[in-house]
């Protein structure tokens, strides 16, 4: 199950760089919390899943506007099935951070998983603004999957193809592991049902209920 949330996990982790320069002891509580649930066997254990949130409430607790913590820690807290409190979070960093994309994504997956569909797709259409926005610099896989998901998320699969493939032939990618970040990623976009995809993945990530 653990592969199923590696989508996720990929944006989260690979875009720390565009955070370099935020307070380094954050960002040190964050790679800690990271490594930790990745270094656990599965299932693993709530203990294990309250201390890495821990330590991302220090990493935002040393800059609190260090967007990867907030994210993480939204989701952990889906992951235990606390939904409200993983949307408070979102909603206190959005208040914080307000040009972040992938805030306004969880957001609007959260908003849709207890089927807010409209407020979701008002989080949704900020999210693909902003991606649009930060694509051209910050050129890795993640931010193409992510935009490109977003508009899936607004129940358009071909603009979202489109708009990957598009991204891609523009350059818009790092050159190592080419091939294969785009067939995994393609193969997501083309065959899965996104929405389910991710709350399968972070509901049943570490086998709690």
């Not at 807290?77 to 994504?105: H, N, P, V």
């Amino acid at each position: 199950m653990r592969k199923l949330l590696v989508v996720m996990a990929l944006f989260l982790t690979a875009g720390l760089s565009a955070y370099a320069q935020n307070n380094a002891k954050a960002e040190q509580y964050y790679e800690e919390a990271m490594d930790w649930l990745y270094q656990q066997e599965e299932p693993i254990s709530k203990d294990a899943v309250l201390k890495a949130i821990n330590l991302y409430k220090k990493a935002i607790a040393a800059d609190a506007t260090y967007s990867p913590a907030y994210e993480q820690l939204a989701i952990e807290y889906w992951s235990l099935g606390k939904q409200k409190e993983g949307f408070d979070i979102l909603q206190t960093a959005t208040e914080k951070i307000s040009d972040d994309a992938m805030l306004s994504l969880l957001k609007g997956i959260f908003l849709e998983d207890i089927e807010k569909v409209d407020e979701a797709n008002t989080c949704y259409k900020e999210a693909a603004a902003l991606f649009d926005k930060s694509v051209q610099t910050k050129k890795n896989f993640d931010t193409l999957f992510y935009r490109a998901m977003t508009y899936y998320l607004l129940e358009n699969q071909e603009v979202a193809i489109a708009k990957y493939k598009e991204a891609i032939d523009k350059g818009y990618y790092p050159e190592e592991d080419y091939e294969e970040f785009y067939d995994v990623q393609m193969e997501i976009l083309e065959t899965v049902d996104l929405l389910e995809f991710i709350q399968q993945s972070i509901t049943n990530k570490y086998g709690l209920k």
